[in-house]
């Protein structure tokens, strides 16, 4: 996954520079006012600082849409040139007036960065580390602030500081982001694939993966623009074929192939009402006692809920799922389910009625694409149809395919016997619970619940958007794919964005962006140089030869920097514990922080005692806002909504950023005068409350799943609700 990695780190500085401004904004303020006479003109103050805020807020109404249409890379370039021109003209700015100018083109170019350089990650990241990754974004927006700090805070200590050098300096990174846009960013595959570019999208698949053979992801992608339509939720028992042979049932079975030479396992429709139906359902019984929980939170949750045993065929056939224990070791490794060789091609025969004998059942109905690359690599995670199968044989056996996409997920395809000459697509996970050997539960109706070894496995099952036709006589997935890429049918986007999965998704994505904004991140960082100068550290820097203005730069610095290895926490916790157990239990620590400074001003406790605890509370409160509420929001909003909306979707969600942002900013002297500091954070700890709730009830868990597959839960979610 070096490819993946490396791809988000270079695409997360956009984020980098972002941050860099943020702090030379704050910085070289100071040196503007005394230039230009300002101090008399608080409004034209704010508005040099408000103005690349002003500029984001507007591009981000046109950045989604356009970048469905032009594509992911060429807005991040266009992002990277808007930084450094702007770079340029500050660093020139003979007037007031050029310089707002110049900060409304930074503004832009922020706009761009924040909104798109997370659906870039998304759409590029392997499921299983997808969160990490877009972790990136944070860290780097840190580091670039910190960067920015040292470098203000020396340029401080100069008889003479220059502001237009402070602010000019975000040219030279901006350089280095233009070429890395340029000359090393691939497009977004998914982009590539709603474009039909299907020849492009598997190339930059092979370099993102390390691997030659992307078949399996090809599809995924491919099916990617059919979310929406009928959905339903069924199971299976998966376990060796000769346990599961039932000649009166094998047209619903689905052959699974294991790493192993010759084995394999076969996947039955589970018939009668299990305990795995409930919970796949309705989610787990705890949360079935819970009448405000959203439906769609306890269906993510049930995939959640039982992690795969170790050293047993459960962990065979999924070893990529997202367990906290298991998934840094499973990262380096392909997907364990797999199609036998080429060998036993030859000896696939099938009768006139379409019935198979016990041998012909064992036969692949995949073959290998065998390579010297793949030999070195182990076995490949993508399958292919073999030449002459009876893939789509009328009335014969259902021969099925079933491939892996990620995070222990298979996608698997079988013929619809209701619509002839149509597929239906089956998403494919591990679900229930059962022993380590033997039986797992009890299945009414259900002959083989007490034979050999099995696993339940979850299905989603809906119409897939490739034909039955389509398939015949391919050499491989790909090349039916790129047959049928031309003839997929793509819905208009204001009638995707009607669609109930789309209007769930919205709910969720612009709850957050409100709930963080209004979680207190802007009031505290406004109150930070206040009270550390209360607890004495002004003095001390002071004391040490450094003025006042230099003393708040260091001060601003030494807080960045702590944020830093929290960060670094979050991004390894992100695909482990999941952005939804990450919110729900960093925002209670966010609202105690907040109510011990609502008491540390209404308390007269002393100046030192209460600049000590206010100095806590206040490093506690950047600590975890970075953990959580911080990144994922943006993380959650670059991944439920589906690949033909997904640019306008999320800019929606970021013009709902920028406006709360606004509000906040501009609020907030207004509710000081009012309300006093204590009056502010007790509405912040409010909020915060407000949003446990929200996530809580909300908001589901999508680590490890391909995004694909999470807007299928949506649309499925979406309905349970209605």
Not at 219 to 248: F, H, K
Not at 514 to 529: E, H
């Amino acid at each position: 996954m070096r490819g993946a990695v490396l791809i988000a780190l270079a695409a997360a500085i956009g984020n980098m520079l972002q941050g860099w401004d943020n702090a030379t904004i704050a910085g070289s303020v100071l040196y503007i006012k005394k230039e230009f006479n300002l101090q008399t003109q608080p409004t034209m103050e704010g508005l040099i600082v408000a103005m690349s805020l002003i500029g984001a807020t507007v591009i981000t109404t046109f950045s989604g849409p356009v970048s469905d249409m032009l594509g992911r890379r060429p807005m991040l370039i266009i992002s990277s040139v808007l930084y450094f021109l702007s770079g340029l003209v500050m660093l020139w700015a003979p007037n007031v007036y050029v310089l707002l100018l110049a900060r409304l083109l930074d503004g832009f170019g922020i706009g761009l960065a924040v909104t798109l350089v997370p659906v870039y990650i998304s759409e590029t990241a392997p499921p299983e580390i997808r969160g990490q990754l877009n972790t990136f974004p944070q860290f780097t927006g840190s580091l670039g602030m910190f960067l920015s700090y040292c470098m203000v805070f020396g340029m401080s200590l100069t008889q003479a500081p220059s502001w237009r050098l402070m602010l000019g300096v975000l040219s030279i990174p901006s350089l280095a982001y233009f070429f890395l846009t340029l000359f090393y960013l691939p497009e977004s595959p998914r982009w590539l694939v709603s474009k039909g570019r299907m020849k492009e999208a598997k190339q930059v698949l092979q370099r993102l993966r390390g691997r030659e053979d992307v078949s399996g992801e090809m599809a995924l992608l491919m099916e990617g623009l059919g979310v929406g339509g009928e959905v339903s939720i069924e199971e299976y028992i998966i376990g060796p074929d000769n346990e599961l042979v039932d000649s009166q049932d094998e047209k619903d079975q689905i052959k699974l192939y294991g790493a192993e030479e010759g084995l394999s396992w076969i996947a039955k429709p589970v018939t009668g009402q299990s305990t795995l139906g409930l919970v796949s359902r309705h989610g787990s019984m705890a949360n079935q006692s819970m009448p405000l929980m959203d439906p769609l939170v306890t269906l993510f949750g049930s995939v959640h809920e039982k992690m795969p045993e170790m050293g047993s065929m459960r962990s065979m056939l999924f070893s990529n799922v997202g367990s906290m224990f298991n998934i840094t070791e499973n990262q380096g490794k392909t997907d364990n389910w797999d199609e036998e060789s080429q060998k036993d091609e030859e000896n696939h025969m099938s009768d006139g009625s379409g019935a198979e004998s016990d041998d012909n059942l064992r036969s692949p109905l995949l073959s290998r694409q065998g390579t010297n690359a793949e030999a070195n690599m182990g076995p490949p995670t993508s399958l292919s149809m073999r030449q002459g199968s009876n893939f789509m044989q009328a009335n014969g056996v259902g021969e099925q395919a079933s491939m892996g996409i990620g995070g222990g997920w298979q996608l698997a395809y079988r013929k619809d016997e209701k619509k002839e000459g149509e597929l239906k697509r089956i998403y494919l996970h591990e679900g229930g619970s059962g022993s380590r050997r033997g039986s797992i539960i009890s299945l009414p109706g259900d002959a083989h619940a007490d034979q050999g070894e099995f696993i339940h496995a979850a299905a989603l099952v809906s119409q897939s958007v490739l034909r039955a036709e389509s398939l015949l006589g391919q050499q491989s997935i790909e090349e039916a794919i790129e047959t049928q890429s031309e003839t997929v049918t793509k819905k208009s986007v204001w009638k995707a964005l009607l669609e109930p999965g789309v209007k769930h998704a919205l709910i969720v994505g612009v709850g957050l962006q409100i709930l963080q904004q209004f979680s207190g991140i802007n009031g505290v960082l406004y109150y930070t140089p206040q009270i550390l100068e209360q607890a004495g550290v002004g003095v001390l820097l002071s004391n040490m030869g450094i003025g006042s203005d230099s003393a708040s730069f260091l001060i601003s610095g030494v807080t960045t920097l702590l944020m830093l290895p929290t960060i670094c926490v979050a991004m390894r916790l992100m695909d482990l514990a999941g952005r939804r157990w990450l919110l729900l239990a960093t925002l209670p620590i966010l609202l105690s922080s907040l109510i011990v400074l609502v008491l540390g001003n209404v308390i007269n406790m002393g100046e030192v005692m209460h600049a000590v605890i206010s100095t806590i509370s206040v490093v506690v409160y950047f600590c975890t806002f970075v953990m959580g509420f911080g990144p994922i929001p943006n993380i959650l909003c670059s991944e439920i909504f589906p690949t033909s909306v997904r640019g306008i979707c999320i800019a929606i969600c970021a013009l709902t950023f920028w406006i709360g942002d606004i509000i906040v900013t501009y609020s907030l002297p207004i509710m000081l005068n009012s309300i006093g500091l204590g009056g502010v954070f007790a509405i912040y700890a409010v909020v915060c409350a407000v949003a446990w709730v929200f996530v809580f009830l909300k908001v589901p868990e999508t680590k490890g799943m391909p995004l694909e597959v999470i807007t299928e839960f949506f649309a499925v979610g979406a309905k349970k609700a209605n």
